[in-house]
Antibody, heavy 123, light 108 residues
Framework: EVQLVQSGAEVKKPGESLKISCKGS????????IGWVRQMPGKGLEWMGI????????RYSPSFQGQVTISADKSISTAYLQWSSLKASDTAMYYC????????????????WGQGTMVTVSS | DIQMTQSPSTLSASVGDRVTITCRAS??????LAWYQQKPGKAPKLLIY???SLESGVPSRFSGSGSGTEFTLTISSLQPDDFATYYC??????????FGQGTKVEIK
């Protein structure tokens, strides 16, 4: 079964660092882009950035550039999203998702999603 | 960047109704438009990609259309399982991905 499994919920204080993970299985992890999406409480979806684990090519949304770091360890089929100094406004659900490919053409969509990691930042 | 505007924000409908949700892009995105369904506490689920292609396993009552800047998601006969929030999402090779603000489909 193709799936993305994310790490568990986190409760952190402002200023702390954090790295959450997304482990892929059931497919060639290095051959698909993995994106990260934020959903603040009661709000919509926001694309944060994306990484190609095969060569670590990474793109960021202008809104998140410099605020987070996306990385991947292809040896363990895992992508990461990390913060060096959390803020209360980082409180949200974070999803990883796999970019869809049809034949040899990358699509606009994300077809496989992780279950989400809830990050709560509070003093 | 490219902005996506969905309408309406909320929609009240009954089982069996035909439902249409519209998504407008601030500039042409060709057919790079996807639709997702999200239920409370769950991850989004892909319904439609490339404006009109139905994702495998998604019921045929869902359909998508449009190109350029205007797109629609239609549910031909609303079922109890369809009450959820729907998001459009565009892709542009320069700006990346952007989601619409969402449309909540409620029971009338």
């Amino acid at each position: 079964e193709v799936q993305l499994v994310q790490s568990g919920a986190e409760v952190k204080k402002p200023g702390e660092s954090l790295k959450i993970s997304c482990k892929g299985s059931g497919y060639s992890f290095t051959s698909y882009w993995i994106g990260w999406v934020r959903q603040m409480p009661g709000k919509g979806l926001e694309w944060m950035g994306i990484i190609y684990p095969g060569d670590s090519d990474t793109r960021y949304s202008p809104s998140f550039q410099g605020q987070v770091t996306i990385s991947a360890d292809k040896s363990i089929s895992t992508a990461y999203l990390q913060w060096s100094s959390l803020k209360a406004s980082d409180t949200a659900m974070y999803y990883c998702a796999r970019r869809m490919i049809v034949g040899a053409t990358w699509m606009d969509a994300f077809d496989i999603w992780g279950q989400g990691t809830m990050v709560t930042v509070s003093s | 960047d490219i902005q996506m505007t969905q309408s309406p924000s909320t929609l009240s409908a009954s089982v069996g109704d035909r439902v249409t949700i519209t998504c407008r892009a601030s500039q042409s995105i060709s057919s790079w438009l996807a639709w997702y369904q999200q239920k409370p506490g769950k991850a989004p689920k892909l319904l439609i990609y490339k404006a009109s292609s139905l994702e495998s396993g998604v019921p045929s009552r869902f359909s998508g259309s449009g190109s350029g800047t205007e797109f629609t998601l239609t549910i031909s006969s609303l079922q109890p399982d369809d009450f959820a929030t729907y998001y459009c999402q565009q892709y542009n090779s320069y700006w990346g991905w952007t989601f619409g603000q969402g449309t909540k489909v409620e029971i009338k």
